[in-house]
Structure formats: C-alpha cells, structure tokens
C-alpha cells in the first residue's frame, strides 16, 4: 500500500484555504473512490484525472484508490484539484519522485488527453498558499501571467501533465513568467482620453458635485431631465480618480480573478473600475450569488472604483434596498447552505434619476399628478437616501454656444485639484488606516476632529429640526472636509458645513 500527498487551494469568495489531496492505493477491486464533500463537477474529476494519466504515456494503477480531500467539511468547487489529484495518484504508484511536492501548490483543470487547462482564482488561491508559507506553484501556462502577480512565491506554468511529470524527474524545467506581469494600460491611453470633461457643456453645480465626490470618495445622485449630461458626467469621474494603489489593485485583480475577467494583456487592474450594470439586472448578478458558493456581482466588480446606476429609479426598491448595508460596510456576505462567502464591495456610487415619470425637457411641461410625482420619487427610499452624500439637480441646456464649451476645464486640470485633495486627506487618515474622508467613521469626526460649535451649528439646527438625520450630519462633516481639502484650508469652517448641508437638500432627489 502507498500513500501520497499534494496540495491545492479552495475558494470560499476571496478567502483561500488549503487543501490536502491524499491518494491511497491499496489492494482490492480497480475503482476509484473521492472523499472530502466534492461538488459534482469535482466528482467527474476521478475519471477525467484517469483519462488524463493515461494519455501521458503513464500508467493507473489496476487496484483499489482512495482520494481524500482535507478538510473533510470543507465545500470543495471546481475542477481546479485535477493536477494534484493526477500528481498525488503517480507519486502514489511510483511513477514520480515526491521530492518537490512539499511546499509546493499545483492548481489546474486536466482535459482527457492530459492538456492543462486554466481556472478561476489562480491569484486569491496563490495569495492565501503564500500566506500559509508555500513558496512553489504549479499553475495552468494560460494562467501564468496571473500567477507572476504574487510575489514571494515562485511559479511556473504547465500546458500539459506531461510536463509535470516531467519535471518532477528533473528531466524539463517548466515554463517561468516571461513578461512583467505588473504591466497595466496606461489611464492616459488615447480610449481613455475621449472622455473629458470638456466636452460637457453647462451644469456647473453638477461638475462641481462631481470633483467633490472624486475629491472624498463620496456617493452621488444626479436629477435631471433627459439629455442634459448626467450620464456623461458618470463616465467621467473614473478619470478623475487617483490610480489605485498596490494593494487596492491585486485586491481589485483577486475579484476579477474569481470572476474569470481578468485580461492577459494587463493582468494587474490599475485603474479605478467603472461598472454600469442594465436597470434590468437579476438581484443575484447584482449582489453575487448562484448555485453551491456565490460568485461576486456587479457591487464586488466595482471595488475601488465607481458603480453607476444609470435610470436608477427602474431597478427597483429591492435592488437598491440591497445596497444600504453595502455602502456602510464596505463588503458583501452571501450565506448559501454550503457556507458564507465574503467579497469587497467599497465603491462609488453614483445614480442618475430623471425628475418624474414624463421627463420633459422642461420642468413646467410635466404632466405628471403630484400624486404621480411622488410615488416616482418614493422609488428611493429614504434610508438608501440618507446614505447618498451628494445630491444635485440639473437642469436643461439653454444654448449649445461654443463659449460655453470652450470654458469649460478638462478633466486633467480638475484632476489636479482632486489628488491634491487626496493627498491632504491620505496625509489626515493614513495612520488610521482610511485614504478618503468618506472612510471616517463619524466618531472620529465628532470627538478627536470635533469643528467649533459656530461651524456647526447649522448642522445643529438641521437635527433639531428633523430636517437630517444623526447619518446625515455625519456625512455631511465628511463632505465638509472635503471641501477644506479642496481649498487648501486646514479646517472645514461654517460655509464648508453649510455647502455640505445643501447639498443633502432633498429636492434634488
């Protein structure tokens, strides 16, 4: 009887955890059994592993093998253990030294004639085995370029079990990353530069809305009547946030990994992601879900950069309900049966709404009832409101005149202004942990940054008026200084506050 051991990784949403694949061969009948709470696609693995083996050239074994997957209660997923199981069967038999596989992680799918095929979640699994001090992998060569994102581990790819076997002989080297794979698009690339905000005309209170947001990483609703730019700001705000950092790009990167959208012509996501779902998205393609474990949805896409609800008020009160917990927590958590899958979820949102259900061009050619107007309006509730840090209204273009345009500034010259902003309030938070005014908790901006009692007290006569509430008053400190930090003052004073309440004004939604 022989026994051997490899190692691959499972994914709970982002999190890896370390699996043990044991191969037994023992005597009895030839058969193949699988433990260790496989799905049914990993269950198909002892036949295709076996197909796989056998068209290398090598050989199964003709008696009874066991394979067990540990954690036993663990939900294993996928087809990405079929090269450790494949590996841990020939070192079981013989047919390979076992020398190499200790500290060593092989992930990969084996087609039948022993390809080697790509998986999901090559760097969240590469980033958890690091974690755990593995510091040798074996991965898919299509996966290559996105396994060379994590350092401190060495990798290699593999086209076909062959190779494998091979080189656990030490009879072939497998194939090293060949490229940077730290290479990303250029944000200035001429695609990227067709959106500018020149190119708008008129609405500066909207422009204005938008450099604050970029400026503190606030939540926006723009309102207005159709064709007046609020879809064309949206597309614009990506341009004027910083590129990410590289912490924030491998964890924007790990979410794209399990998503299976990663591209290998820029492995590493650098620049802020901008998602627009359809208003006639399914709550699960939103949030993430689907069948076994949750895959992430458009808010986890969305991480570290800015999700747009464009017609927001057509999603439906169940769908935006569902991003309340969301926008203060900053991560999602789906509970399946089989487990609880966590996934980032720290974006921007931004959402454009038309006034009433008619939308004319101008506001005194509505049809609508009031009746008719307020429930269109009562499509966003309240609390999802309260969460909203910006709020603007827009209104018709009067005159397509050329001046118009030619005033207006572009989004390098705002840019400028907003990483300034940043750079103020990294320098503020970065010992705390936070990068953006909109990360502070209120605590922290009513006790230790506590604003004199004459700055605030229009705050003051809001909350005792019922006019904000205790949620409100917090962001609207936030935005104030914000707004500080686009002047280049030190402290946010009662026209900050004051600008930052009227921005809350809830005729705007």
Known sequence: MRLARTWSVALLGLEGRLVEIEADIGAGLPGTKLVGLPDPGLREAKDRVKAAVRNSGQRWPDTSVTLG???????????GYDLGIAVAVLAASGSVPATKLLGTVLLGELA?????????????????ARGVGYRRAVVPLESLFEGALVDGIEVAGASRLSEVVDWLRDE???????DDPRRSRDPGAPSAGLADLADIVGQPEARWALEVAAAGGHHLLMTGPPGVGKTMLAERLPGLLPPLSDEEALEVTAVHSVDGSIEPDAPLVRVPPFVSPH????????????????MPGAISKAHRGVLFLDEATEYGGDRLDSLRTVLEQGEVRIARARGVVRYPARFQLVMAANPCACAPPREVDCCCTPTARRRYASRFSGPLLDRVDLRVRMRPITAMSTTLADEAESTARVKSRVLSARDRAVARWAARGWSTNAEVPGAVLRKEFALPARSTALLDKGLDSGAITARGADRCLRVAWTLADLEGADLPCGDHVAAALEFRDRRAA
């Open 112 to 128: 039948l004639d022993g390809r080697v095929r790509p998986v999901r979640g090559v760097l969240p699994a590469l980033l958890a």
């Open 172 to 178: 072939h080297q497998l194939s090293p990353p060949e």
């Open 279 to 294: 208003h006639s998205i399914s709550m699960a393609a939103l949030i993430g879900g689907g069948t076994g474990l949750a």
């Open 69 to 79: 997957l540990s954690p036993a209660n663990l939900p294993k997923v996928g087809s």
